[in-house]
């Protein structure tokens, strides 16, 4: 994700639910991979985890790119055509 697009998901997120949920989600994300790249072994359920959890970064970060592009969309229009 590009600097730009993240400073303005986390500037929108501080009126957007949907964004801020993400970002939580993201960050507890991250948390949890930290721990698990800070081991130096992971057992193979471990590996799991960290796998799923990657997957799981990779789908919010998608969502979010979906989210913010939506409201760029609805910017441009004005707010008297704003539609969910």
């Known amino acids: 994700m590009e600097k730009r697009d993240r400073e303005q998901i986390e500037n929108l997120a501080r009126t957007n639910h949907e964004l801020r949920?993400?970002?939580g989600k993201d960050a507890q994300i991250c948390d949890e991979l930290a721990?698990?790249?800070r081991?130096?072994?992971l057992t193979p359920a471990e590996e799991s985890r960290k796998k799923?959890?990657?997957k799981q970064k990779l789908a919010g970060k998608d969502r979010m790119l979906l989210v913010l592009a939506r409201l760029?969309?609805?910017q441009r229009r004005?707010?008297?055509e704003i539609s969910a």
């Open 52 to 54: 799923e959890l990657q």
């Open 35 to 37: 721990g698990l790249e």
């Open 21 to 23: 949920s993400l970002l």
């Open 39 to 41: 081991r130096p072994y």
């Open 72 to 74: 760029r969309r609805a």
């Open 78 to 80: 004005g707010p008297t």
